[in-house]
Nanobody, 120 residues
Framework: QVQLVESGGGLVQAGGSLRLSCAAS????????MGWYRQAPGKQRELVAR???????NYADSVNGRFTISKDNAKNTVYLQMNSLKLEDTAVYYC??????????????WGQGTQVTVSS
């Protein structure tokens, strides 16, 4: 299976920046799409950004132009650079991946989440 470990969350003032990282490890042949979701209190989990194995990206409208997703294939790590943070970006951020396991089956993984809190 695949283990995803997030880091980089924390408390930041509105207008500030944070960079989240997510490292994947385990027994997989390759990683396909990796991405970030978030869930704010009382709200449903929503897609923030994702990146395919070929490097194509897409973003939620609410973060487009402020957040950038990238990856380091050699490190099996995906990043989320978050700039111009707003109060409404406060949420638990979850890393996700689609991976092909050694058995040839697909696996959808989730990290445990990292808290991002934006203060005024």
């Amino acid at each position: 299976q695949v283990q995803l470990v997030e880091s980089g969350g924390g408390l930041v003032q509105a207008g500030g920046s944070l960079r989240l990282s997510c490292a994947a490890s385990g027994s997989f042949l390759r990683l396909a799409t990796m991405g970030w979701y978030r869930q704010a209190p009382g709200k449903q989990r929503e897609l923030v950004a994702r990146i395919t194995s070929g490097g194509s990206t897409n973003y939620a409208d609410s973060v487009n132009g402020r957040f950038t997703i990238s990856k380091d294939n050699a490190k099996n790590t995906v990043y989320l650079q978050m700039n111009s943070l707003k109060l409404e970006d406060t949420a638990v951020y979850y890393c996700t991946c689609n991976a092909v396991l050694g058995t040839g089956t697909w696996y959808d993984g989730w990290g445990q989440g990292t808290q991002v809190t934006v203060s005024s």
